[in-house]
């Protein structure tokens, strides 16, 4: 075998997913503001060329203190915690839970899911179970990474009933992503340990629930739901660890901080064992020869310099995509398609 960069290096696109026609689940994350939510959107709409039906996912953040805060009697919330909406600004169109068709295409759907609205469906949930409902309610809010597991259950309730060829889920900041990759496992366990505690606990809740004015079987109906939750986790755990059904881009770029959190996220999904073999460096600057801005070049050397490093970091077994800094945003769905061109064909700077 011959030892030049050149014969090792893997095509700089992402053709590669495009190709995989058995992946289902296609994730994309990295540190915030890095450029994931576009990466996302011109990948769905690549693969929406290419397979009969593609669905993108935008997961929100929320802060639960903030919730509790707004709650501190359980009361009832009017309107979402959450920051804007980067899928709708992103295409110029706004989407809901719901999935609906982006406006353009006719096989590419989109849907953005709110953690907070699943809190506040549980809050006025167990608000009609009286003192019960209130003390599962804090247990609930009590697990750390609340928002993960709802954003978990949210994609479970609604795409377990779709059928799409593939699956484009735009993460959140690494730190959010890597504690709802590991979900499945944790609540894998805990729905056994609940299970367990149902059939021990079972009558005394049902018994209080009545006393305290609850609905008998409220308590029941929560453990039946968890316990059927179980089958359905088992098999997304199975396919998120099956590199034949799904796969991880990583999005960064060329600075030190947001390298090593790359370089964190892909040992964390090598431990998740969770497929990972495609980086995109996004926002690189390409100033043309006659440029006489200082401050360009400066930039440019450093995210050499750094770009250098992923390359030695990854080259042997990863896609290394480039793309540029662009002069304005890449928002509406003509933009989008342009920009997603540069993800299969190689970015080529053009110089006078």
């Not at 795409?159 to 735009?170: E, H, P, R, T």
């Not at 040992?267 to 006659?290: A, C, G, M, R, W």
């Amino acid at each position: 075998m011959s030892d030049t960069s050149d014969e090792q290096q893997l095509a700089p696109t992402l053709q590669n997913i495009l190709d995989q026609r058995s992946l289902k689940w296609i994730f994309c994350g990295g540190k915030g503001g890095v450029g994931k939510t576009t990466t996302s959107c011109s990948l769905a709409i690549q693969l929406a060329q290419c397979r009969e039906s593609v669905l993108l996912i935008v997961r929100q953040t929320i802060n639960v203190s903030v919730i509790l805060l707004q709650f501190p009697e359980h009361a009832k919330r009017k309107q979402s915690t959450d920051p804007a909406h980067n899928l709708s600004d992103a295409f110029g169109q706004k989407f809901s839970k719901d999935a609906t068709r982006v406006n353009g295409f006719k096989n590419l759907y989109a849907m953005e899911i709110d953690p907070t609205s699943a809190i506040q469906e549980m809050i006025e949930q167990s608000d009609q179970n009286g003192m019960m409902g209130s003390m599962i309610q804090d247990l609930a809010f009590a697990i750390p990474g609340v928002d993960e597991a709802m954003s978990f259950a949210e994609i479970m309730k609604h795409v377990k009933s779709m059928q799409y060829s593939v699956i484009v889920f735009d993460t959140a900041p690494t730190g959010h992503t890597l504690r709802f990759l590991s979900f499945p496992t944790v609540l894998e366990k805990a729905l056994g340990k609940l299970s367990s505690l149902s059939g021990q606990f079972g009558p005394m809740l049902r018994q209080m629930s009545s006393m305290m004015g609850g609905q008998q079987d409220s308590q029941e109906d929560m453990f039946a739901k968890l316990e059927s939750m179980r089958a359905v986790i088992n098999e997304v755990n199975a396919q998120f660890k099956d590199p034949e059904k799904t796969t991880f881009v990583c999005v960064c770029i060329s600075e030190f901080l947001s390298l090593y959190e790359t370089e964190r996220l892909v040992q964390e999904l090598t431990t998740y064992e969770i497929d990972t073999h495609n980086i995109v460096v996004n926002q690189l600057l390409f100033p043309k020869k006659s440029s006489n801005c200082e401050h360009c070049m400066v930039r440019q050397r450093m995210q050499q310099k750094y770009l250098a490093e992923a390359h030695e970091l990854y080259d042997e077994f990863f896609h290394i995509i480039q793309l540029p800094l662009l002069t304005e945003e890449v928002r509406g769905p003509e933009k989008l398609k342009v920009f997603s061109k540069m993800l299969v064909e190689p970015y080529v700077p053009v110089d006078d």
